[in-house]
């Protein structure tokens, strides 16, 4: 099992910077991807970024990688959302989440198989 926990959501204003955390705990393998998600009221739970936990290779959306940068720091068990000129449309609850499969390009929600509980960014305009 492994648990994740997210922080660093908040209010923000549109233009600002925001980094979300993630911390990791229990049973990991260096194969496994971490990624974030996001869902805002009314719409699906949308792919954001993954991260390979060792060697870090990295998957952004199109829509955001200009602006949403994934990283980990492995010695804090520990995955990073950073979030520059925010957007109204960038509110919503954010979510880490883990694949056992090894594929950083896995998008699909359903097949991350851990999840944490979330954390709410708003972006005011």
């Known amino acids: 099992q492994v648990q994740l926990a997210e922080s660093g959501g908040g209010l923000v204003q549109a233009g600002d910077s925001l980094r979300l955390s993630c911390a990791v705990s229990?049973?990991?393998?260096?194969?496994?991807?971490m990624g974030w998600f996001r869902q805002a009221p009314g719409k699906e739970r949308e792919f954001v970024a993954a991260i390979r936990w060792t060697g870090g290779t990295t998957y952004a959306s199109a829509d955001v990688k200009a602006r949403l940068t994934i990283s980990r720091d492995n010695a804090k068990n520990t995955v990073y959302l950073q979030m520059n000129s925010l957007k109204p449309e960038d509110t919503a609850v954010y979510y880490c989440?883990?694949?056992?499969?090894?594929?950083?390009?896995?998008?699909?929600?359903?097949?991350?198989?851990?999840w944490g509980q979330g954390t709410q960014v708003t972006v005011s305009s």
């Open positions: 229990g049973r990991t393998f260096s194969w496994y991807v």
């Open positions: 989440a883990v694949n056992k499969d090894g594929v950083v390009t896995t998008t699909n929600p359903v097949e991350y198989d851990f």
